[in-house]
């Protein structure tokens, strides 16, 4: 209304016809900001369908949308040649934490260590999966999880920790 003359300021009719457009630019803006998060795969909602059969993963519109998208960008960045940073980088988006990759040559295989999440990461087999579709036919994979150790709670009290259940317990940082 700013933009339009004195005289418009008074009238209803030109009052509701701007609230109007006004409505509507800011359903429009919506919608062309909601298409243009369906190409960014931390974003997508109702892309991740066609994200999922562009890279020939199964469909599984069951799962939680960042289940899904840990897969779109695993994919994504599990092409080329395979190395320690390529396989940390893939089971990083699963975990959502830092993970360790550590070689043993001599025995041909490889240990995922979680370090930055206590705990099995909720979409473990995914990242299995994942995994063993990358990786070089004659390596084998282990898993190592981190929980919360005897040396980290000897020096606290019950009250200090019972909110939680003894499952909380062994995944979570004890801090006191």
Known sequence: MKYLPGYYKTSQVIANITDVENSEIQQFKTSLDNTLNQF?????????????????I??????????????????????????????KNVSESYSNGEVEVIEDNPNYSFT????????????????????????????AVEYEFTYTVWSEVK??????????????LKTRQIIV
Do not use: M
């Not at 960014?40 to 020939?56: C, P």
């Open 155 to 168: 020096n606290i009290t019950w009250n200090d920790v019972k909110t939680g259940t003894w499952d909380d």
């Open 40 to 56: 960014f795969v931390d974003l997508a909602d109702t892309s991740l369908d066609r994200w999922e059969k562009e890279l020939g």
């Open 58 to 87: 199964p469909v599984n519109s069951s799962k939680p949308d960042e289940y899904r998208r840990s897969v779109i960008k695993s994919k994504l960045r599990g092409q080329g040649t395979i190395t320690v940073n390529l396989i």
């Open 112 to 139: 995922i260590k979680f370090v930055g999440t206590r705990g099995i990461p909720p979409n473990l087999d995914d990242l299995k999966s994942a995994i063993e579709e990358i990786k070089p036919a004659h390596l």
